[in-house]
């Protein structure tokens, strides 16, 4: 059978689909961050047969203490290589840099989600770029406007969005979630099948692709793979790319990988961006 070729169009489309991955994310976790590459692969390879749902976790009680997003991040790393060696997006710890409210960004990602579960989306990997790429406060209300413009939300709409009582709900609804399903970290991936009588498959942490792959195959039973985008097509799509996500989606060596983004860089493709937290390679429109 020939598979079937990704393309923006299916990428995280709506409609039914036979599993449902609740994907419990912390907006200032950096696991939650390494993880991107390994779902972004999925969604590609598998998208015909699942859909990712977000929901925000984090502490109510918490989420103004900069203590637990500093220790979050200096601990994440080494968690998340010694499961994927290939899954933190560098070989170096999270920087963080200072924050007055991550409960004001995760009622951000709600209120770009009234927009459509792909605006929450986009937005959500904006603001991630912002905090790990860009080292700003993603709190901050200026922050939060540039990173709806990126994401090509209603700024308008967003604006009145945030402060309205439907994004603190939504967040609300969210966390009552996370505690009925007894999730207690971040990242967590629950996955449901078509029978709502069947108690979903819960994950901790990050692994390597494989074990997803494992669980898809074992709920669907022989799904059809997908093919990937090329490499030009992927970076066209998602305009800042790691060579260490390039190599999970695409299954090649670290080195490979840099190989491939300078050889573009050399065709004036993309540009390399370094930061604190490590190297990354943007697209040139």
Known sequence: MTAKHWSDANWQELEK????????VDPICPDCWSLEPII??????????????????GSLSGLNKRDRANASILSSQDNARSLNGNAGLNGHEWHSTPMTSPFIASVAIKAAELQGKRAGSRFLRTLQERLFLKEQDISELEVLQICADEAKLDLDEFCQDIHSPSASKAFQCDMKI???????????????????ED??????????????????????GNPEKNQLPTID????????????ELAIIYNISVQQAEKELKKRMFQQKIEQITTKNGTFWRFLS
Do not use: C, D, H, W
């Open 17 to 24: 689909k036979p599993l449902e991955i609740y994907m419990f």
């Open 178 to 196: 996370a505690t009925e399903m007894e999730v207690q970290s971040t990242p967590t991936l629950v996955f449901f099948n078509e029978n709502i």
């Open 233 to 244: 097509e992927f970076i066209e799509q998602f305009k800042i790319v790691a060579s260490p």
């Open 40 to 57: 972004k692969k999925l969604i590609m390879e598998y998208g015909s047969y699942i859909r990712i749902k977000y929901v925000l976790k």
């Open 199 to 220: 108690e979903g498959i819960k994950v901790e942490g990050v692994y390597p692709y494989e074990v997803y792959v494992q669980i898809i195959e074992e709920m669907v």
